[in-house]
């Protein structure tokens, strides 16, 4: 739900900044690309890492805002920002939810006399959601 909403925000955001930094095109068409990858990304791995590289693609399309005093001092991109940052906010804290419900899954599968039960319905151990580079963990920093 939290993913779908920044999936949403991301072309406002793009669309704003565009208006203001239009020879910005690479930084665009990578935010794009990145947040098309993350929307079709169907296994917890996929989406990890397409959300990692969308995290990594906005962090580009905010460095390109903080070059333009004008479009920092819009109330959209303010709105946008700001919204971004809470969506940031609460993914951060549902992969928390998320990872700490499959390691309790897990534990059970792995412990007795859970363990029968689980083979028995051929209940499999599920993946984490993880970020593997270690920059890509941060959330995108939001500031003015």
Avoid: C, W
Avoid at 79 to 91: N, Y
Avoid at 113 to 120: F, H, L, S
């Amino acid at each position: 739900m939290q993913l779908k909403r920044r999936y949403d925000l991301i072309p406002n955001l793009v669309e704003t900044v565009k208006g203001y930094a239009a020879h910005e095109k690479g930084t665009f068409e990578n935010v794009a690309k990145f947040r098309s990858v993350a929307m079709a990304a169907s296994t917890p791995a996929e989406k990890s890492e397409a959300e990692g590289q969308l995290t990594y693609a906005l962090r580009g399309l905010l460095a390109v805002a903080e070059a333009y005093p004008q479009l920092r001092a819009s109330e959209q991109f303010q709105s946008l920002q700001g919204s971004l940052s809470g969506l940031e906010d609460a993914i951060q804290n549902a992969r928390r939810y998320y990872n700490a419900v499959v390691r309790d899954l897990n534990t059970k599968i792995q412990t007795f006399p859970t363990n029968i039960v689980a083979g028995m319905f051929h209940i499999q151990q599920k993946q984490f959601f993880d970020i593997t580079e270690p920059a890509q963990r941060e959330p995108v920093a939001v500031k003015f």
